[in-house]
């Protein structure tokens, strides 16, 4: 079984308030795992930002295929770098608009550039990089 530790700390009783409220809205059953959660999502942050760490992460991109110029962009994209792509998930919203999401792993700073990329790439009309861990280090 996994040791845990106590500890208190004190915080304004408005601060408390509006984290009882929110934690309560998101779902949590007590404070301890809000306060796990947070804690692991600020490690997973100061992965990423070290740059060369080994991280996993999703790129969520939302188009629409009648412009060819962009699909194939999009693929070419995917080509160059198919080393750090693992899966691509192509759903067909509606009768033109696409959405894809693209399972990227590789260095912190090469999942972000090629995410940043694929979302930046014009025509592109929505996107999201959803930056996670492997968690091998995680507590
Ligand atoms: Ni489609």
């Known amino acids: 079984m996994m040791h845990t530790v106590r500890f208190s700390v004190s915080i ?12 309560e809205k998101h779902g949590y059953a007590n404070r301890s795992e809000a306060v796990r959660d947070l804690m692991r999502d600020y490690l997973v ?7 060369d760490h080994p991280v996993v992460g999703t790129a ?7 412009r ?7 693929t070419r994209m995917q080509h160059e770098h198919h080393a750090a792509i693992v899966c691509v998930t192509h759903v067909h919203l509606d009768e033109h608009r696409c959405m894809e999401v693209i399972v990227l792993r590789g260095s912190a700073e090469r999942v972000q550039g090629i995410g940043s990329a694929l979302i930046a790439a014009r025509g592109v009309k929505h996107g999201k990089l959803v930056c996670t861990t492997a968690g091998e280090n995680l507590p």
């Open 12 to 23: 304004p009783a408005e601060l408390a308030g509006a984290f009882d409220r929110l934690i």
């Open 45 to 51: 942050e100061r992965e990423w930002e070290s740059g």
């Open 60 to 66: 969520t991109i939302i188009y629409d295929h009648r």
């Open 68 to 74: 060819p110029e962009l699909g194939r962009a999009l």
